[in-house]
């Protein structure tokens, strides 16, 4: 999941300085979850931006707005209220803003509601934590399922650090320390022998951006 927050409803307006007729798009997915881009966090961007004397042509919120075909499809069915637009204005993240913007077929300006944060999961609690950095070549099978690329501030590919202090990390004293966390799940499996297998530096050719792949 694609986790994201708003922007501050003083941002956006600079962002719509004389532009007039806003047509907004949400998100089905990640941003509804995040209560970021949903229909409740539409109607109440919408509702603000007509208190400041904006008119909102229309919304639309395709379920997955990063897939081209959903998109596609949802812009389509608004293409009346879009042309009548000055600009529009996503509730997404950036996967979703690039994605509307490539699929819109228009020089309309596309105005971002939203900052992209980080790919995260929810816990039991509700909170979204940062697990995977999307590196291109997991290790997890060798760190008991725990990623001391994300989890460790230092990236540390052999650790853990000499700042830990009581398995907690010096960088944040409230945060464990990742490879501790990795150590002792590895005793349980009765692994701790891979903590003796030194990795390499990591390639970084496998993060070169744009990444792309064909299915």
Same mark, same amino acid.
């Given at each position: 999941m694609i986790i994201t927050k708003k922007k501050e409803i003083k941002e &956006?307006?600079?962002?719509?300085?004389g532009q007039k007729n806003i047509f907004i798009v949400g998100c089905g997915e990640c941003s509804t979850t995040c209560k970021t881009g949903g229909?409740?966090? %539409?109607?109440?961007?919408k509702e603000l931006l007509e208190k400041c004397g904006k008119t909102v042509t229309g919304y639309t919120i395709p379920s997955a707005?990063? %897939?081209?075909?959903?998109?596609?499809?949802?812009?389509a069915k608004n293409r009346k209220p879009l042309e009548s637009s000055d600009s529009v204005l996503v509730l997404a993240c950036g996967l +979703?803003? =690039?994605?509307?913007?490539?699929?819109?077929?228009?020089?309309k300006p596309i105005? %971002? /509601?939203?900052? @992209?944060?980080?790919? /995260?999961?929810?816990?039991? +609690? /509700? =909170?979204?934590?940062? #697990?995977?950095?999307?590196? /291109?070549?997991?290790?997890?099978?060798t760190t008991a399922s725990i990623c001391p &690329? @994300? #989890?460790?501030?230092k990236s540390l590919l052999n650790g853990p650090c000499g700042g830990q202090d009581k398995g907690k990390c010096e960088v944040d004293k409230d945060r464990d320390c990742?490879? &501790?966390?990795?150590?002792?799940?590895?005793?349980?499996? +009765?692994? %701790? +022998?891979?903590?003796?297998?030194?990795?390499?530096?990591?390639?970084?050719?496998?993060?070169s951006k744009p990444r792309q792949l064909s299915l």
């Open positions: &956006i307006l600079k962002y719509l300085e229909e409740d966090e %539409v109607k109440a961007v707005p990063c %897939v081209a075909a959903k998109v596609k499809l949802e812009l +979703g803003i =690039q994605s509307v913007k490539e699929n819109l077929r228009s020089d105005h %971002v /509601g939203c900052d @992209t944060l980080f790919m /995260g999961a929810i816990d039991a +609690g /509700g =909170q979204f934590l940062e #697990r995977c950095s999307a590196c /291109g070549d997991c290790v997890l099978e &690329i @994300t #989890r460790c501030p990742a490879w &501790i966390l990795i150590y002792k799940e590895l005793k349980k499996q +009765g692994k %701790v +022998g891979l903590l003796k297998n030194i990795k390499a530096p990591k390639d970084h050719s496998k993060l």
